[in-house]
Each structure stands twice: as C-alpha cells, then as structure tokens.
C-alpha cells in the first residue's frame, strides 16, 4: 500500500500550493484572500464550485491563517493565482513521482490528483531537510557472499532555498500546535498537513 495504493491526498496537496505560492515571492502572511463560498465560471479552467469542509467563512484571511484552518475556497483561488501546472511542477519537484501524470486542473492544489503514501513522504521531506529532495532507496547495501560490498547513497537534490523550508515548515508547525493538525502533537517539534478525501 505505501507504494502502489494510489488515492487523492486531499487538503495534504495545499502544501505544495503554500510552498509553489511562497517560491513565488508571495507572502503567505501579509497576502490575504475572501474565505467565501465560490461558484464562478474560471475562463481558463471552467466552473469553480467550491465550499469549506465546514462551510463556514471567515472573510478576508491571511494565507498563512487559511492554511491553519484549511480553507478550501482560499486555497482554490490561490491554486489558480500561482496557476495550477505550477502547483503541479512543485509537487513532482519535491518528490510526487511523474508517472503519476497529475491533472491539469482547478482542483488539483486541493488534492485531485492520485498519489501513494510514499510519494508524500519523500515530497514532504524537502520542508524538513532544508530544500533537498532525496530519491528513497528501500536498499542500502548489498554484502556479497565474496564479503564485497555493494554500498547505494541516496540521491540529493537543491529544489529550492531553505529559507522557502522554512517559512512552509514554520507554517506547518503552528498547524500541529493550533491548527487543523493537533491530533499529531506527540511531545516533540512536529510539522504538517491534514487531509481528507470523500468517497
């Protein structure tokens, strides 16, 4: 199941919005957008027709504050500001596999694309090391019967700054500590993403 069951990541994909956004220049806590109902015709993407988990609005919010709360109309309207083959390019930048073959679509910075739990594990990652995203090995090394050692390091990759780690791992953190995340506090620095999918 970790790395063949495919199924939509949800509100977890709003991270790769949140970090494509930041990369961007956009600062997720002067940057503010409605948390409205939508229902309007995109012309590029068609009908948007989405409401929070919840549906209930808070009106204009800073990005950094819509993350907490994981707001679905604010994370689709800023999906489609940073556009969302952007958001998509991110995704398989910090690790979501390309043969994965993301849509194209609206939605996708909410979750609409199909993934494996190890695909947001190593996609992840990048937040946590500093901006590199390293290829997971599930072998080390290989001892041969001779005693000689086949020996594998992982590949590691600069897919962008620490300081865009960090600003996306402190947001994250205040997610866990007063956001949507409080179930994961488990006594140690913890960041993350909820995510849910229906049917």
């Known amino acids: 199941l970790a790395t063949q069951a495919r ?3 949800g509100s977890t994909f709003k991270t790769f919005v949140l970090t494509e956004a930041i990369r961007q ?3 997720p806590y002067t940057t503010l957008y409605a948390s409205k109902k939508l229902d309007f015709v995109d012309p590029e993407y068609g009908p948007i027709d989405v409401a929070t988990y919840s549906n209930s609005y808070r009106g204009a919010i800073p990005l950094a504050e819509a993350t907490l709360s994981s707001d679905n109309s604010v994370f689709q309207q800023l999906t489609l500001d ?3 083959p952007n958001v998509i390019e991110t995704a398989y930048d910090m690790g979501v596999s390309k043969t994965r073959e993301l849509p194209d679509v609206a939605s996708v910075g909410l979750g609409a694309g199909e993934v494996t739990p190890l695909d947001m594990a190593t996609a992840y990652a990048p937040l946590s090391n500093g901006g590199y995203r390293i290829e997971p ?3 080390r090394k290989i001892v041969k019967p001779d005693g000689t050692v086949d020996a594998f390091a992982p590949e590691r ?3 962008f700054s620490d300081g865009v ?3 996306v791992t402190r947001i994250l953190q205040n997610n866990v500590t007063g956001g949507t995340g409080g179930n994961a506090q488990i006594g140690v620095p913890v960041a993350g993403k ?4 229906d049917d």
């Open 7 to 9: 199924r939509q990541p």
């Open 25 to 27: 220049g956009i600062n």
């Open 82 to 84: 940073v556009e969302p």
């Open 137 to 139: 090995l599930a072998i």
């Open 157 to 159: 990759t600069r897919i």
């Open 165 to 167: 780690a960090y600003e």
């Open 194 to 197: 909820t995510g849910t999918t």
